[in-house]
């Protein structure tokens, strides 16, 4: 049974808080292992990976095989049935295109004092992508981190994912051909990861590291966070669904449960003001538990962690719904853009009753990677501007510096920078 | 003396990299009694800031002195001298107005399939900012924080600046005042950052934290990123000076001297391709640190992190600068814009012999705080983009369902995501 609060309890505000506060993940400390492995490829290259690699994944590589070659990738897109293949392009274009809109555009401009400032945006010279391994090794992931990349103009996009006992998902490979990404290794875990972040004999370093991963791939990227730049790490999945009671129950509860199946620490959430709708959703989910390949972890997920809230009215839904600030936000109701006009804090929004919250995983365009754990509050999903960075521009000439410069001495002055003050005076004969 | 590099050296790449790879701050190990702290002020709240206020900063505060009384704000901006006053007025106007510019745009629109999508951004509720208290509470770093939170349309700005033994910076609050902040409080250190974070009696708690610190500071707003946001954790300063012999060798020497005197661990860099006009910057720089009266802190910066790296031509400087990335990159040639042009990496850019970094610092309009210790390479200085996060939009109708939705269930067939396919099929009766 997921928990369920009601506004109009006297203990709704208590409950509220114990439901935001509710730690679901259990990080295992494994910051000291993580510091020897990264330790040892960078101080031993190529052997620490082969090493280690034959521990942790049970596959023996030599220098030679740690890439997978040109031959592997295309003969695993070959080998993807036509209806796959068609699927992954349609989710490749419509990603592509609109995170073509997200690309900044520079700005340079001459003030009235005859100032020239701007800013100029730059691409990151070069990411590494970490996809799992195993049932996690998914193909739309490669998709949503590559692409921003892509289309942020990274020139350099090196790929890692593990090959426990030499399988590799011959789909990870064809979406990374589809995104034109060649350079693939078969390395995963931290050992991976450090050897974007310091290089080895094989590995040439890069400069930003982006993808999910396990604990061990979350401590190391944390870890090497200066060398190299990192993405967000992202926490277990979670949904909100804002919903009147004029939604068909079961269409809800398939949504809650969408989220539900990912990991049993995973968060659905529904927001109704209707009690009798909320029962009835209930009861579709557990009918619908029972027919899912993934029921069991999404039976946990939605026992332990799932929740109802019912409220008076859909007035209160907004304030409450910004406090959990959640990565999805599916708002099933009449009039969905005037609620969302009323919300501020969501990763990812999902208007009117047609809009699954899985059509944004995969087809939508809009990206997949998006802030969890509350962190909507502050932050926002995998973008271009991920993959760029911005420089300052400032230009003057004589007449400006005259005009300007002696608010920067006595500025330099009351701070007491002598040497600030001067590098201008001395341009002034002052 | 500076170390002297020179690119046809035949260990000219082993030494670059040894200067890229110097440790040049030693990062005290705080961590434990930062936790400490931490846990104290979230368990005690006040009383545990007015304890440890009394220990660390020598000051003697009630739950009600906590807060700068708006008249003690008034007086210290009445008290502030004219041209002072004038001063941070034209710098806060200039940094107001470029910021300005920063504002990213919302997106919606509707696609060939009539998909609707978008991106909509919103401010970050309520900002901490933090001032360091002592010799480094500058004015400037208070406009330079507030003001791109202010343009972003942040609602809530706190900020926070310890008093040793009672003393506040006048200057600090007249900056505030001029920013329009008015929450102020008088507590430092790790206890700021934690009252911050998770709030108190008397402080609200703010979803994000920004501004700089020492190690105290930092460590703390590393453990509570995720309970709120925080900006990039910055390194001592640095600037990378790019010169032909034509300039003033007193000019740039003034230039590298304005970084070295913030901090030992400051670094100044001056890349020339005459070594003559190396000798005569490196002659200059020793005459000028006579003067400065904080001589002693650019002496020893300027000797064991300085560096001139003297090229055979300025053809080799854009590839050098980029894997130095430096934080601040002076442009002081004949075509400042042909080299930038050709360089990618860095936090701001001073383009030509008429603007000195130090404009950058206080007046220019650009914010003074930027990338360090090589990240510039993957980040970005502080921005309206700091203080806003974004919505990725959604919305679908039946047709468009119909259209994408065999898509979507195709991928979360391959991906083995059950739950994630019914969520579509089941709107369309598959």
Same mark, same amino acid.
């Not at 596959?59 to 740690?66: K, P, R």
């Not at 993405?231 to 669904?241: F, H, Y």
């Not at 990565?327 to 009323?342: M, R, S, T």
């Given at each position: 049974?997921?928990?369920?609060?009601?506004?109009?309890d006297?203990?709704f505000?208590a409950?509220?808080?114990a439901?935001?506060?509710a730690?679901?993940?259990?990080?295992?400390?494994?910051?000291d292992?993580?510091? $020897?492995i990264?330790?040892? &490829?960078? !101080?031993?290259?190529?052997?620490?990976?082969i *090493?280690?690699?034959? +521990?942790?994944? #049970?596959?023996?590589?030599?220098?030679?095989?740690l890439?997978?070659?040109s031959?592997?990738?295309?003969?695993?897109?070959q080998?993807?049935p036509?209806?796959?293949?068609?699927?992954?392009?349609?989710?490749?274009?419509?990603?592509t295109?609109?995170?073509?809109?997200?690309?900044?555009?520079?700005?340079?401009?001459?003030?009235a004092?005859g100032?020239?400032?701007?800013?100029?945006?730059?691409?990151?010279?070069?990411?590494?992508l970490?996809?799992?391994?195993?049932q996690?090794?998914?193909?739309s992931?490669?998709?949503?981190?590559?692409?921003?990349a892509?289309?942020?103009g990274?020139?350099?996009?090196?790929?890692?994912?593990?090959?426990?006992r030499? $399988?590799?998902?011959?789909? &990870?490979? !064809?979406a990374?051909?589809?995104?034109?990404? *060649?350079?693939?290794? +078969?390395?995963? #875990?931290?050992?991976?990861?450090?050897?974007f972040a310091y290089?080895t004999?094989?590995?040439?370093?890069v400069?930003?590291?982006?993808?999910?991963?396990?604990?061990?791939?979350?401590?190391?990227?944390?870890q090497?966070?200066?060398?190299?730049?990192?993405?967000m790490?992202?926490?277990?999945?979670e949904?909100?669904?804002?919903?009147?009671?004029?939604?068909d129950?079961?269409?809800?509860?398939?949504?809650l449960?969408?989220?539900?199946?990912?990991?049993?620490?995973?968060?659905?959430i529904?927001?109704?003001?209707?009690?009798?709708?909320?029962?009835?959703?209930e009861?579709?989910?557990?009918?619908?538990l029972?027919?899912?390949?993934?029921?069991?972890?999404a039976?946990?997920?939605?026992?332990?962690?799932?929740?109802?809230?019912?409220v008076?009215s859909?007035?209160?839904?907004?304030?409450?719904?910004?406090?959990?600030a959640?990565?999805?936000l599916?708002?099933?109701?009449?009039?969905?853009?005037?609620?969302?006009?009323?919300?501020?804090n969501?990763?990812?929004?999902?208007?009117g009753?047609?809009t699954?919250?899985?059509?944004?995983?995969?087809?939508?365009?809009?990206n997949?990677?998006?802030?969890?754990?509350?962190?909507?509050r502050?932050?926002s999903?995998?973008?271009?501007?991920?993959?760029v960075?911005?420089?300052?521009i400032?230009?003057l000439?004589?007449?400006?510096?005259?005009?300007?410069g002696?608010?920067?001495?006595?500025?330099?002055?009351?701070?007491?920078?002598d040497?600030?003050?001067?590098?201008?005076?001395?341009?002034?004969?002052l």
């Amino acid at each position: 049974m997921p928990s369920r609060l009601t506004s109009t309890d006297v203990d709704f505000e208590a409950k509220f808080r114990a439901l935001l506060g509710a730690k679901r993940e259990s990080a295992a400390d494994v910051d000291d292992a993580v510091r $020897a492995i990264v330790g040892r &490829v960078r !101080a031993e290259g190529d052997a620490a990976l082969i *090493d280690l690699t034959r +521990r942790f994944d #049970g596959l023996e590589l030599t220098a030679d095989t740690l890439r997978v070659e040109s031959d592997e990738i295309d003969a695993a897109f070959q080998a993807t049935p036509p209806e796959t293949l068609q699927a992954l392009r349609t989710a490749h274009e419509r990603i592509t295109s609109h995170h073509e809109r997200q690309r900044p555009k520079d700005d340079r401009y001459v003030d009235a004092l005859g100032v020239e400032l701007g800013s100029r945006w730059t691409a990151v010279e070069s990411v590494g992508l970490y996809v799992p391994g195993g049932q996690a090794s998914y193909p739309s992931s490669v998709l949503m981190n590559a692409v921003p990349a892509k289309v942020a103009g990274v020139e350099r996009i090196a790929m890692t994912v593990p090959a426990m006992r030499g $399988a590799l998902n011959p789909l &990870v490979l !064809a979406a990374a051909k589809i995104c034109g990404i *060649d350079e693939i290794y +078969r390395i995963g #875990g931290a050992q991976a990861v450090a050897a974007f972040a310091y290089g080895t004999e094989t590995i040439s370093p890069v400069t930003k590291i982006v993808g999910p991963g396990n604990a061990y791939v979350a401590a190391a990227k944390r870890q090497v966070f200066g060398t190299v730049g990192i993405d967000m790490i992202a926490g277990p999945s979670e949904i909100l669904v804002i919903a009147d009671g004029a939604n068909d129950p079961d269409w809800i509860a398939a949504d809650l449960l969408s989220q539900a199946e990912h990991d049993t620490a995973a968060q659905s959430i529904l927001l109704t003001d209707d009690a009798a709708f909320a029962d009835a959703v209930e009861a579709a989910a557990e009918r619908q538990l029972k027919r899912l390949s993934r029921g069991a972890t999404a039976s946990a997920s939605w026992r332990d962690h799932g929740a109802i809230i019912v409220v008076a009215s859909l007035a209160e839904a907004p304030a409450l719904s910004d406090r959990i600030a959640p990565e999805h936000l599916e708002l099933a109701v009449e009039d969905p853009d005037g609620l969302f006009a009323k919300l501020r804090n969501a990763g990812a929004v999902f208007l009117g009753r047609h809009t699954p919250e899985v059509i944004g995983d995969y087809v939508g365009g809009s990206n997949h990677v998006l802030p969890t754990a509350r962190s909507a509050r502050f932050s926002s999903g995998l973008s271009v501007l991920d993959f760029v960075k911005r420089t300052s521009i400032l230009k003057l000439g004589p007449e400006q510096l005259r005009a300007l410069g002696p608010a920067a001495i006595e500025l330099a002055r009351v701070e007491g920078l002598d040497a600030h003050g001067r590098s201008v005076a001395i341009r002034l004969n002052l």
